[in-house]
């Protein structure tokens, strides 16, 4: 099918996916400026008929598997794998294959992985700060006085009620991949795709080079919560409510910012009424609230429910069902660091961590969006971020000289409180306590590499994405002496409810090619080496190209090992083998993301010994964000990385490396 839908990274490039409600009108009202565009084509015109994610064959993926293996593990390790691999091929992985297919058969209407991978992010109980949730800046408004806070606030806000606005009532333009933007990019093309029956209308699409994505995630981005509860958290969403929640100091308001008919409230009033929540000089409450969302699951599951008891099962209805919540932070951000510390997780004051998102916006008018990644991937969640940024510069709803709306504010905003009884502020002080502790262990840094970027490597007939991952390779191995699993998210969303698969940066080329440059560069000319490079572009174009195909190793593995786990069979030895284990224990996870309106992104190691690396490659320039906990050292990692793209680079000029 899609030879080339090589560059939907789950992160990834400046696209997205979408919604999985059915498209509904809010109101027949469209005032003035309350939709952000009107599509030709319906947003959900191509949900029916896209094609459904592929199972793998079973052969492929061991032998894919074995690949992604060999640089790990030495000759010995790597033979007991082998051996691993082949008895469960021909005996029970064999059976589970044929029992995964089946099951596939009879659920036509989502993909083998949805399910499991929902329950994957559900029952792991975890704290999600960190763990999971995500975050990307925006960059600031290109007109500097409208990064006032107030003004950027309401601007920001109303963009993302006309995001609603639009979605609902199915005018939002479908997310669609064009390979030939000429050809499918245009009305006459739309009007006529319209007309086609959406059973059908993901062909017409194909036909002309258009591959539309998958859109099931997009309702769950407003007025969505993951609720706490024991052993399995659940998803809950409440379309019909109309207020919003803001956070400033630790202290919640709620006021409704869609009128009975669905219309957005005017601007104005919104200004007023967080001009209203900004003027509270309120210290911030002794016992936050906001630090439960941070606890291990099972531990909020059982707070929670002792809040319900205690009478706050209303104020907490408003807070999960609210169609977004906005955090106002009262200092503004210093420099990068500063900002990825502060939109990743912040003091644990001024979060709710539980909502599907978190548009945060600073003293300065630094803005980012912090999601919880149960409901969706990062795709989903940037088609929202580059609307927001675009609407809300390009059209924004108020001016830096806008009055407020004279509106009695006291009365349509609503303080909320909650009662505390000693259980739960004691279990408030541990929440904080523990919060505290783990992100004074959390470092982050980042690098911007200014000598070159796509533009150079593309001239090289280099993939820009292969050769910042190798730079990760080379660092890894010039720091610490290894090649360690290392795990590149790709997006599946070509195909009906597909979620994300796994590339495998690390290979026997990255290792060979890392080998060559960190520790024998002078018996290699600059030629070897470059071709070297060539070498790891074109088996990494190869891997990427296999994922966004649904055809990597790692989500039907995990598929199978489901299954037996659900069927209450015995765990097959393929998965007690430690090098599984290993494979899995991703030291380095990485995930890239470019879009005009990212300043950057970031996210926490996955495992503790690990670095997060959120990696963008530019026209001239290339940036990284990397996270580590003590047992690393991102700012060395980082000068590794700096030091690769150096030796590249200058291979690439025919220089010898510098040693």
Known sequence: MVPRLLLLRAWSRASALGPGAPCR???????????????????????????????????????????????????????????????FENGIGKELHKQLVAQDKQNKHTSYISGPW?????????????????????????KSEYNDQLTRATNMVVSALRFLKTLRAGLLEPEVFHLNPAKSDTNTFKRLIRFVPSSLSWYGAYLVNAYPLDMS?????????????????????DDKARHLLVLRKGHFYV??????????VSPSEIQAHLKHILADSSPAPEFPPTFLTSENRDVWAE??????????????????????????????????????????????????????FNLIVAQDGSAAVHFEHAW?????????????????????????????????????????????????????????????????????????FQRAGKESLKKQKLSPDAVAQLAFQMAFLRQYGQTVATYESCSTAAFKHGRTETIRPASVFTKRCSKAFVKEPSK?????????????????????????????FDRHLFALRYLATARGTALPALYLDPAYGQINHNILSTSTLSSPAVSLGGFAPVVPNGFGIGYAVHDNWIGCNVSSYPGRNAREFLQCVEKSLEDMFDVFEGKSIKT
């Open 25 to 87: 009108p809010l109101s027949a009202g469209s005032g003035p400026g309350q939709y952000l565009q009107h599509s030709i084509v319906p947003t959900m015109h191509y949900q029916d008929s896209l094609p459904r994610l592929p199972i793998p064959k079973l052969e492929d993926t061991i032998r894919r598997y074995l690949s992604a293996q060999k640089p790990l593990l030495n000759d010995d390790q790597f033979r007991k794998t082998e051996q691993f691999c082949k008895s």
């Open 118 to 142: 929902f329950d994957m992010y559900l029952t792991a109980r975890d704290s999600i700060v960190l763990n999971f949730n995500p975050f990307m800046a925006f960059k600031p408004d290109p």
């Open 217 to 237: 995630q997009y309702f769950r981005l407003f007025n969505s919560t993951r609720l706490p509860k024991p052993s399995r958290d659940e998803l809950f969403t």
């Open 255 to 264: 006021f409704d910012v869609l009128d009975r008919d669905g219309n957005i």
């Open 303 to 356: 707070l929670r429910q002792k809040l319900v008891r205690g009478g706050n099962e209303e104020t907490l209805h408003k807070v999960d069902s609210a169609v977004f919540c906005l955090c106002l932070d009262d200092f503004p951000i210093k420099d990068l660091v500063h900002l990825s510390h502060t939109m990743l997780h912040g003091d644990g004051t001024n979060r709710w961590f539980d909502k599907s």
């Open 376 to 448: 969706g991937d990062g795709v989903a969640v940037l088609r929202f971020f580059n609307e927001v940024f675009k609407d809300s510069t390009q059209a924004p709803a108020i001016t830096p000289q806008n009055q407020p709306a004279t509106t009695n504010s006291s009365a349509s905003v609503q303080k909320l409180s909650f009662k505390l009884n000693d259980a739960l502020k004691a279990g408030i002080t541990t929440a904080k306590e523990k919060f505290d502790a783990t992100m004074k262990t959390l470092t982050i840094d980042y690098i911007q």
């Open 524 to 552: 290699h000319s600059a030629p070897e080496l470059h071709h070297m490079v060539t070498e790891c572009s074109k088996y990494h174009g190869q891997l990427t190209k296999e994922a966004a195909m649904g055809q990597g």
